[in-house]
């Protein structure tokens, strides 16, 4: 007879195995209709008026190349999100059918007449959400990463092509003393036979109204929409850094969004101000005569700007030490970057010589170059909100008030705990 704790241990391991199975399901329904929508956007017959109306107007045919690179690139990012999302739902599939197994030969067993009441619904309930999980509809991508990405494709040369511009950039990057830039990307750095004077951010297509209604151009088209993926490893070669990469740009992501969250602390309290020249307008009436103002006498209201100030510098000490655990991760992350450029260059070599590459190697070089490319607009996304802040939001409103406020006020609780 299996002890209690046994059967428990394994309905709690199915209990675990259906809650998986939902999540990556449902992850990989969504994954599956982004796939999808971005897999008709690079749809060639999509492409063929617009580019045989432009065929005798060389800036058109580049921007056209843009937008349809960039829409690649985009591509990739989905499938491969997609694809890792999937494997993930059929990982669960066999082990959750050996749970039910298990729990039916328990049932079936003479040994389920020794079971608790209780017990023996409760498997019983397991069993049967366990199998509507196992045979619930899976969501599948019209396009296969294994097709849409083979060494062949179209989409894989330009996501190939921009790797190898971006390891041309990366090699300028000093690892010792990490200085990214924060300057959009032009179109020449994704690819060298871009318009100069297109950059990152927007497609600057300049037609009449009737023109761009003609090629579809509604509105500029946002560039370099890549998204980092989970990357998996091979099975017969490790690949440290990028795999460190996947992590260090999360953490750089927490990073982040703990200073958003200090700084809309910070605006939300005296919008983010503490009124100082304000405060000093009114010393400088007093000064000269005029009344106390209103709400009291002048004590109560020193006392209350120290308060403010207080309040406003404890908050502004929290942005500056947030500010600097995301600088030191926003410079580990361009570091691991450069590592995993070089390291992902190597493993792509290695796949161009041997054509007999297994696909665990291919899928892992695939990831890897997407999420070299998704860092490097991170980084410059991030850098240029990290100046923003640095600019902004650590700067001292209460001129050195707030320091006095705070220092005050610490004397005055320390000196209850000094002995």
Known sequence: MKEISEIVAAMDALEALIAAFEQHNRCASQKSEWANRTALAIEPTKWTRKIEAALDKPDEL????IQYDECVLTFVSSILQYEHERRQVMDTIS?????IKALVKLLDSPEARALSKHLVPAI??????????HRAPRAECEVRAMDALADRSREY???????????????RVNIHSPQYSTGLVTGRDV???FSRDVDMSKVQVVYSSQKRRELGHSRDVDLRNVFVVPFVDCLNSQHPHSAALVQ???????ALEKVRNFVKNLRGDHNGSVNERQHASRMLDLLHGAPQGCGGNIDSQVNAQNQRRLEYEMLRIQIVA???ELQT???GLVVTLVKAADETATLLAETQANGRTTVDRKDAVRAAMNNCLAVDVYLRRVGREIAELQNGRTRDLTLGNGAAALDASYEEVAKQYRY
């Open 62 to 65: 580049n921007a056209l190349r």
């Open 95 to 99: 082990p959750m059918c050996d749970g």
């Open 124 to 133: 019983k309930s397991l069993v049967l959400r366990a199998s509507a999980a």
């Open 157 to 171: 040369g330009v996501l190939v092509s921009s790797f190898g511009v971006l390891t041309t950039e990366l090699r």
């Open 191 to 193: 690819q060298p036979q």
């Open 248 to 254: 260090a740009y999360a953490t750089v992501d927490a």
């Open 322 to 324: 947030a500010m600097d």
């Open 329 to 331: 991760a926003y410079n």
